[in-house]
């Protein structure tokens, strides 16, 4: 069965970092695009920043500069490095698997097929 499970989330002050961690399980994690998704209450749910099989990175232009995607194959797991964090990155954050190889041509929440839990990132000011 897949699994996803997120973990790394907290509370930090603004400017702050946190490294986020998605290990896969069930699967072979190496050829699937894999997607970091947040949503904040009351707010949709956004991507964040994706990943392909081959290491080809998109993110969102709220996070660029500031988040780094990377995926330890070895490992099954996918990590999201969050530097400079803001007020406004407060959200649960999601590791998603998309359907295949590549990513689809956009970050959309009806493309992954499986999700983690979600683990909670609290920045204050």
């Known amino acids: 069965q897949v699994q996803l499970v997120e973990s790394g989330g907290g509370s930090v002050q603004a400017g702050g970092s946190l490294r986020l961690s998605c290990v896969a399980s069930g699967y072979t994690y190496n050829i699937f695009c894999m997607t970091w998704f947040r949503q904040a209450p009351g707010k949709e749910r956004e991507g964040v920043a994706r990943?392909?099989?081959?290491?080809?990175?998109t993110y969102a232009d709220s996070v660029k500069g500031r988040f780094t995607i990377s995926r330890d194959n070895a490992k099954s797991t996918l990590y999201l490095q969050m530097d400079s964090l803001r007020p406004e990155d407060t959200a649960m954050y999601y590791c998603?698997?998309?359907?295949?190889?590549?990513?689809?041509?956009?970050?959309?929440?009806?493309?992954?097929?499986?999700w983690g839990q979600g683990t909670q990132v609290t920045v204050s000011s």
């Open positions: 998603a698997r998309e359907r295949g190889f590549w990513c689809p041509p956009r970050m959309s929440t009806i493309t992954p097929d499986y």
């Open positions: 990943i392909n099989a081959n290491g080809k990175i």
